[in-house]
């Protein structure tokens, strides 16, 4: 029980209901959009859900086992949403071990990615090609060319929900233009710039001890001031695709639920813009961002299926 406790923590469990609303969104546009005859698969919803969950899971013990050997988490001030999990500074894993679970969820999460390519469409692969290099690549290259938030914000965003789509849909034979409807594009967008945003918002604690291993981040290379009004300008462009979504008739009224969650985001912008070098006030907005996140996409969700 205190290995599996252990193993919870390194993997950041907690985190890990983003994929699964991710999914949920994609899911919600296939119930609303799809006009097929085939039923429901709930097999295949199940494999995409483990996929997206083990994508995920990968990317959080490889960005783990570099930040420790680059020596980043040993100067990190963890916080509950930053900074890693604690357990390999504190000899509770081993870097081995992390690296082997790194590997082997990935080699899972892409051998899924590959059966939908094959049972569904070609363009799968491209997915899951770009969620494997993002993976691979984050903290070895991603973060040192500012680049970290925006693949992360494809991969881990408006791409699951866009390929949720295409696996529960598609057939070998689909043609790109009936591939995936425009509502669902823009459906995906506002997910996409979330997950960017949650990033972003949790760089500003790490910023010396990111310097040292390397990072060129945004937070980096802009300073916390301006990359406060970077996670503004995200989310104001973020509530205004929520919005035109609806008024543009691609989805009903009841899309706009998801607008329930901009008085938190409101207050997030607020802290961030004002007291960008206030420890303690960041870690509040951080926590409320977290919320913001998880919540809207859940609501993005609820709101296509009503």
Same mark, same amino acid.
């Given at each position: 029980m205190n290995r599996l406790i252990i193993?919870? #923590?390194?993997i950041r469990a907690n985190f890990l209901?983003? #994929?699964?609303?991710?999914?949920f969104t994609g899911l919600s546009t296939v119930y609303k959009y799809y006009t097929g005859v085939e039923a429901f698969n709930w097999g295949h919803a199940i494999l995409i859900t483990i996929g997206v969950v083990l994508a995920h899971i990968s990317v959080n013990l490889f960005n783990e086992y570099s930040d420790y050997t680059k020596k980043i988490d040993f100067n990190t001030t963890r916080t509950p949403f930053s900074g890693?999990?604690?357990m390999l500074t504190k000899g509770l894993t081993t870097p081995k071990s992390v690296?082997? #679970? #790194?590997?082997m969820s990935l080699i899972i999460a892409f051998s899924i990615g590959l059966y939908f390519a094959l049972v569904s469409h070609w363009t799968i692969l491209l997915i899951a090609l770009l969620g494997l290099f993002t993976i691979i690549t984050y903290?070895?290259?991603l973060v040192r060319f500012m680049l970290g938030e925006l693949f992360s914000g494809i991969a881990l965003g408006s791409l699951v929900v866009i390929g949720t789509y295409i696996a529960m849909t598609a057939t070998p034979d689909t043609?790109?233009?009936n591939l995936v409807p425009t509502p669902v594009l823009l459906i995906s967008i506002p997910p996409g710039i979330l997950t960017s945003l949650l990033l972003l918002l949790n760089e500003f604690p790490d910023v010396e001890a990111d310097k040292k291993g390397g990072r060129k981040h945004l937070v980096i290379r802009f300073g916390k001031q301006a990359a406060a009004w970077i996670y503004a300008s995200g989310i104001f462009v973020t509530f205004l695709v929520i919005t035109l979504i609806p008024i543009l008739g691609f989805t009903g009224p009841w899309f706009f639920i998801a607008l329930i969650t901009l008085p938190l985001a409101i207050k997030a912008v607020v802290t961030a813009i004002l007291h960008p070098e206030d420890p303690q006030k960041i870690i509040s907005a951080m926590g409320t961002n977290v919320i913001i996140v998880l919540a809207t996409n859940l609501l993005i969700g609820l709101g296509v299926l009503v």
């Open positions: 193993w919870m #923590a390194q209901i983003l #994929a699964v609303l991710l999914v890693g999990s604690g690296l082997t #679970a #790194a590997v903290t070895t290259i043609t790109l233009a």
